[in-house]
């Protein structure tokens, strides 16, 4: 008996590689590595993967793959290289930068390429992953389909497998050989990240219906306006809870997407304490290799001492404070300047249960705030905004509320702090 099941073991893991094996025979001539070449020098900039998905030429793969021929095309290029060597150019078609997608047409369609999968994998199901990994040459790495991650603004499949550099805006399949999702992004440790196919089919459409090279500016902008709407409202209609921090309440946890951490300095060589509570978004949107966008952060840090002259206590506290900058990256060619409003505001402590409003004797909260915003160059109706009020009404207690918001309109912006201000409450 045992050795039947040694043999059935055996037998298994053979079928497995010989139905890789014929995957990978099938398949091969759908995949496609994309070069960014700089035209200047005629070299590599950099590589991706991409694979064919209709008769007529049409190739799809991850945005950040292409961006930069898409910010900056007078500089860049984009090449092909077929599994067996022969090399085209490609014309950029349609984005979709919330997705990580490019499609684009090849100048000489290859003959076979990949459907794609209507049916959702099973929880479980063993997928492959296709790409060009380091530039070694077209790899296949089966893995596990695990649902799609939680946690992130961003649908993103699970993938229990390794994607690595050069992967990118490979096809992962189904052992139909059909497309379930398009490699993206990888944590390490057979933890990956695919975009699900039903984004590349929404792409796909969105191209024909336009039936013709799409105006790039002009869909990113529509993109990230709609993107920072979904957010905004999700965020704005969430249950915001709040948090105990010093003689503050704070804002925590608003929505899964957006994950919270928390940490105490206390050091004997320094006599100011303080403690850190901070909230992220996940995932940014990727619009070229020094700007990314779509983020959402709030921090508060509060600050005390004992026995301290209030001079010395306020030089260290504005002394950690000075180098506050916003969450995201961006360059001088893609933002304005920030513009700063800088005021005193006051805001009145938490009344005591039982005590009537009008007995209310305790002093309001005194802060410096400061509200700054940039503009995008190219999509005039987003901004970053950058937020900060520190407080300092008392000698020796100080409470820092910061918030970073990139690439929301004026009036999200708004609607946010707000909201945000309103939700911070003193003992």
Not at 262 to 273: A, I, L, S
Not at 282 to 289: E, G, I, T
């Amino acid at each position: 008996m045992r050795l039947l099941i040694l043999l059935l073991c055996c037998f298994s893991g053979f079928a497995a590689a010989q139905s890789y094996e014929q995957l990978y025979s099938d398949y091969r001539d759908t995949l496609y590595q994309i070069r960014l070449i700089e035209k200047s020098s005629n070299s590599k900039a950099a590589i991706g993967s991409a694979f064919q998905i209709s008769a007529d030429g049409l190739l799809a793969t991850n945005y950040h793959v292409v961006a930069e021929a898409v910010s900056d095309p007078g500089k860049y290029i984009l090449e092909y290289v077929s599994v067996d060597g022969d090399k085209g150019t490609l014309t950029l078609l349609d984005i979709d930068v919330i997705n990580d997608l490019a499609l684009l047409r090849l100048d000489k369609p290859g003959k076979h390429f990949l459907q794609l999968a209507d049916n959702t994998p099973r929880r479980g199901e063993t997928i492959v992953s296709l790409g060009n990994p380091l530039d070694l040459g077209m790899t296949l790495i089966p893995g596990t389909y695990n649902g799609i991650a939680s946690g992130s603004f961003y649908d993103r499949i699970h993938f229990a497998g390794s994607i690595n550099p050069g992967m990118s805006g490979g096809p992962a399949i189904n052992l139909g050989g059909k497309v379930v999702g398009i490699n993206v992004a990888t944590a390490g440790n057979q933890v990956s990240f695919l975009v699900p196919v039903g984004k590349l089919a929404t792409l796909v459409s969105h191209y024909r219906k336009a039936g013709k090279e799409v105006d790039l500016q002009a869909v990113t902008n529509q993109q990230l306006v709609a993107n920072q709407k979904r957010i905004i409202d999700a965020i704005l209609n969430a249950e915001w809870n709040t948090r105990s921090l010093g003689e503050a309440m704070v804002v925590g946890e608003i929505l899964p997407a957006i994950q919270c951490w928390g940490n105490t300095e206390e050091d004997e060589d320094n006599p100011v304490k303080r403690i850190d509570k901070g909230c992220t978004g996940q995932d940014v949107v990727f619009l070229a290799d020094d700007f990314n966008t779509g983020r959402v952060e709030y921090e508060f840090f509060w600050f005390q001492a004992e026995d301290l002259l209030p001079a010395r206590f306020y030089s260290e506290y504005e002394r950690q404070m000075s180098s506050f900058f916003p969450g995201n990256d961006a360059g001088e060619e893609d933002v304005t300047d920030f513009r700063c409003k800088q005021a005193f505001t006051r805001q009145p402590r938490k009344v005591s249960p039982g005590v009537p409003k009008a007995a209310n004797n305790k002093p309001p909260v005194i802060a410096r705030t400061s509200y700054c915003v940039r503009r995008y160059r190219d999509f005039p109706d987003l901004y970053d905004v950058f937020y900060i009020s520190l407080s300092v009404d008392r000698e020796n207690r100080a409470l820092v509320s910061h918030f970073t918001l990139s690439g929301f309109t004026e009036e999200s912006a708004e609607a946010f702090t707000e909201k945000f201000t309103s939700e911070i409450q003193w003992h």
